[in-house]
């Protein structure tokens, strides 16, 4: 069995080490304005090489009203949290720009809402740690200009290390959460709800999730519920990650993406498509991902291979549909480096020692299973437990991988073996969730059931139409944007425990709904409903349109607020 060829990063932290001085000054940020004494602008401006800015006591949002924060000085950035301030461009720009040559290390910040042709969150030229961040709801392009990473671009040459994030909701024309032209090294991370493309997209969308055309290497991350829809052109290519380059997965989950279909055109690569470069994948799970077809199951649901090389060892592959493994006129090399477990044969690809073909991995529900990112548990009767290579060596892999997806706590070999898959069974394993019946009660001897009188037809119900569980709003949301393709990016949030919208959106035909007054929001339905109904029948909207709109959303928001 041949060792991973590309070795694992698990951070960079020695780029800034090296760059730190021992003489730092911190620079205090004290609140939420966009420029002046005590705001983030001014702390980049006033600092100097190798200073921290430090934001930890400041809650909010800092609303970017007069362009991108730039940064062309070698700083550490700190914030609160994620979850307790967030920085946002709510003027079509983006939020970051990181110079060439500089080192920038940014941790607990949400950064959303920032626009551009590449990089909608960050532009990154230079090299860049992101710890403990969420970056959501940015988007690159525009109507005549193609986007690159909606979340995050690096450029050719940069370097970054994303470690313990979120990258969600981000839509591009490729990368709809990271377009990585550079150097990248992504650790205890997840990559969502991302989206490229559209039904009305002139060009071939790649890369739901990434778009990868230099060296990228994920451990210890999930990659879930992506989409790349299809184009006047083709089909969507590569739901989770297209890969151009070079591309290490080890100890990760790639589940629930999408590459869609338009028109007659399928889509290809559900999870991953490799267009011409190179993947080495190890103890991975790759499961239930799909390439749709106007007919059925578009090529390749959880792996497409149009060119370059394959090598795959110790992985769950279990399609949603479209296939595990699909080579493109057989023009993909494919190397097994053994103990596969796939749902079906494998494209007659995976006949190493300890391959499993045309077998169930019998695998969990994608939920939290203890560790930073969502898994797929191994259930107790699952093919997968101990079957992993016997000769596994952690030191194949740098730095070491001791543990499975989830870190630390949860060793990667246990029982003298390890599992196939990203998670690893510990002590019991998962059982399958099924609810227990109660000990049947012993009838007690006094109890002669005398004749009881027929049932009188206690009027059947008519089949109660099973609940269908109560529909999230979210959710419906969500579903309608993949499937219909309407919307390219839709923030949700939450207004007094109402789900809701901001009326901040792009949408179908990337027409730009701009709300004067930031922070309005509304019910996501009438959102939905009243938006389609407007693009669908009145084209591109003006401004005097919009505000109409607005005062419609309005008055029905009081109306519902009121029991309407």
Request: with cysteine; glycine share 14%; proline share 6%.
């Amino acid at each position: 069995m041949k060792s991973c060829r590309i070795l694992l990063a698990g951070c960079l932290s020695a780029w800034w080490l090296a760059a730190a001085s021992a003489h730092a000054n911190s620079i205090t940020v004290t609140n939420t304005n966009d420029g002046g004494r005590g705001s983030l602008r001014q702390a980049i401006a006033d600092a100097n090489d190798g200073d921290t800015i430090n934001a930890r006591d400041v809650f909010g949002s800092i609303e970017l009203s007069s362009g991108e924060l730039p940064v062309n000085k070698n700083l550490t950035i700190n914030g609160p949290g994620a979850d307790k301030l967030s920085v946002e461009n709510t003027h079509l720009g983006r939020v970051f720009e990181i110079a060439s040559d500089k080192i920038v290390a940014i941790s607990g910040l949400a950064i959303n809402s920032g626009e551009a042709v590449l990089g909608g969150g960050i532009y990154n030229a230079g090299m860049l740690e992101i710890t403990s961040c969420s970056i959501s709801g940015n988007e690159a392009g525009g109507l005549r200009e193609r986007g690159l990473g909606g979340g995050i671009y690096n450029a050719s040459g940069a370097k970054v290390a994303i470690t313990d994030s979120i990258v969600s909701g981000n839509w591009a024309d490729e990368g709809g959460g990271i377009y990585n032209a550079g150097s990248m090294q992504i650790a205890r991370t997840t990559i969502s709800d991302n989206f490229i493309g559209g039904a009305f997209s002139q060009q071939t969308s790649l890369g739901g999730g990434i778009c990868n055309s230099g060296t990228l290497d994920i451990v210890n991350s999930t990659i879930t519920a992506n989409t790349a829809s299809g184009s006047l052109q083709s089909g969507g290519i590569g739901g989770g990650i297209f890969n151009g380059g070079t591309l290490a997965v080890a100890n990760s989950t790639i589940s629930g993406n999408l590459a869609g279909s338009t028109g007659v055109f399928p889509g290809a690569g559900g999870g991953i498509t490799n267009g011409s470069g190179n993947i080495v994948i190890q103890n991975s799970t790759i499961n239930g991902n799909t390439a749709e077809s106007p007919s059925g199951s578009g090529f390749g649901g959880n792996v497409f291979m149009a060119e370059g090389t394959l090598e795959i060892g110790n992985t769950i592959l279990n399609a949603g549909s479209g296939g595990n493994i699909f080579s493109f006129g057989n023009q993909g090399t494919i190397i097994s480096d053994g103990y596969n477990l796939s749902s079906d044969n494998g494209a007659d690809y995976l006949s190493a020692a300890g391959d499993q073909v045309n077998t169930d991995p019998r695998v969990g529900p994608l939920q939290d299973n203890g560790g930073p990112t969502v898994t797929h548990a191994l259930l107790a009767d699952s093919p997968a437990i101990d079957a992993g290579n016997p000769n596994y060596n952690p030191n194949n892999f740098q730095p070491p991988l001791i543990y499975d997806q989830r870190g630390f706590g949860f060793d990667r070999v246990k029982k003298g073996r390890r599992d196939i898959g990203a998670f690893e069974v510990q002590e019991a394993p998962i059982t399958p969730t099924r609810p227990t019946p109660p000990p049947t009660p012993t009838p007690s001897p006094t109890a002669t059931p005398s004749p009881t009188p027929p049932l009188s037809p206690t009027p059947t119900p008519s089949p109660t139409p099973t609940p269908t569980p109560t529909a999230d709003p979210r959710e419906m949301a969500i579903a309608k944007i993949r499937r219909q393709m309407r919307f390219t990016r839709t923030a949700l949030h939450e207004l007094n425990g109402t789900k809701s919208v901001p009326l901040s959106v792009s949408a179908w035909l990337k027409v730009r709904l701009r709300v004067l007054k930031a922070r309005l929001a509304y019910p996501l339905d009438e959102v939905l409903a009243r938006i389609d109904q407007r693009l669908l029948h009145d084209g591109p909207m003006s401004e005097a349109s919009t505000r109409d709109l607005l005062t419609h959303l309005n008055a029905r928001l009081d109306e519902l607020r009121n029991g309407g």
